[in-house]
């Protein structure tokens, strides 16, 4: 079981981030087996992305500065991912909006059937609103929310205590066993049938040449023929 735990919050001893190692740790007790990957995305100093779309001919981004390619290829290899990102102005970070746009997740359905957890914090409001965004990028990648946390917290303080704790056990539990499960549900397998052939698919067969390769990762993931 290969895990990929993604810390979008510029402070690594932050709240958002203090979740996510408890939900690493709560993972390894679950399924001692685990292969678990965290990343700090402030450590990695992701680049802009440019707009250029050769991912879409090649698979791969030009810049090749930040290893946010290898997160990528972890990304592809993982059967399940936590994100998280602390809410700024009812929105993700930009540091998670960079890592987003970077990984070129959507167009090649990287997540494709992947469960996955989404994790924010906030200190006044609009945790909510981030939970829908980061919901909305996991389902038009082909991934589906196993979890959901979302924890009101003061700037500075410790998200874990014993009510935050049951939730987080809660999310993490579920998560492994979808995982387990390996079976994705009948509304997420709908909405990625519709995202393909309705949206993506008319744009991207009248580009062919400049589309190879979500072509290519389409038909591997068995979405088209």
């Given at each position: 079981?290969?895990?990929?735990?993604?810390?979008?919050?510029?402070?690594?001893?932050?709240?958002?981030?203090?979740?996510?190692?408890?939900?690493?740790?709560?993972?390894?007790?679950?399924?001692?087996?685990?292969?678990?990957?965290?990343?700090?995305?402030?450590?990695?100093?992701?680049?802009?992305?440019?707009?250029c779309q050769s991912c879409?001919?090649?698979?791969?981004?030009?810049?090749?500065?930040?290893?946010?390619?290898?997160?990528?290829?972890?990304?592809?290899?993982?059967?399940?991912?936590?994100?998280?990102?602390?809410?700024?102005?009812?929105?993700?970070?930009?540091?998670?909006?960079?890592?987003?746009?970077?990984?070129?997740?959507?167009?090649?359905?990287?997540?494709?059937?992947?469960?996955?957890?989404?994790?924010?914090?906030?200190?006044?409001?609009?945790?909510?609103?981030?939970?829908?965004?980061?919901?909305?990028?996991?389902?038009?990648?082909?991934?589906?929310?196993?979890?959901?946390?979302?924890?009101?917290?003061?700037?500075?303080?410790?998200?874990?205590?014993?009510?935050?704790?049951?939730?987080?056990?809660?999310?993490?539990?579920?998560?492994?066993?979808?995982?387990?499960?390996?079976?994705?549900?009948?509304?997420?397998?709908?909405?990625?049938?519709?995202?393909?052939?309705?949206?993506?698919?008319?744009?991207?067969?009248?580009?062919q040449d400049q589309h190879?390769?979500?072509?290519?990762?389409?038909?591997?993931?068995?979405?088209?023929?």
């Amino acid at each position: 079981m290969k895990i990929t735990i993604i810390n979008g919050g510029p402070r690594k001893n932050g709240a958002t981030n203090k979740i996510l190692i408890k939900i690493n740790e709560n993972i390894h007790k679950e399924s001692p087996e685990a292969e678990i990957n965290h990343i700090n995305l402030i450590d990695l100093h992701p680049a802009y992305c440019l707009g250029c779309q050769s991912c879409y001919k090649t698979g791969k981004c030009v810049i090749t500065t930040d290893n946010m390619e290898e997160i990528h290829d972890m990304l592809e290899q993982s059967d399940g991912i936590v994100f998280g990102s602390p809410t700024y102005s009812c929105n993700v970070s930009g540091l998670f909006k960079v890592f987003h746009s970077r990984v070129h997740m959507t167009d090649e359905q990287l997540l494709f059937n992947k469960p996955c957890v989404l994790v924010t914090t906030c200190e006044i409001t609009g945790m909510n609103k981030t939970l829908s965004l980061m919901k909305e990028r996991v389902l038009t990648a082909g991934g589906y929310v196993s979890g959901r946390i979302g924890i009101k917290i003061p700037l500075n303080e410790n998200p874990i205590n014993e009510e935050n704790e049951n939730k987080i056990d809660s999310v993490t539990k579920k998560f492994v066993k979808d995982i387990r499960r390996n079976r994705k549900p009948f509304f997420e397998r709908f909405y990625t049938y519709i995202a393909i052939n309705i949206f993506f698919k008319p744009f991207v067969m009248k580009n062919q040449d400049q589309h190879e390769y979500v072509i290519q990762s389409w038909k591997d993931k068995g979405l088209i023929k």
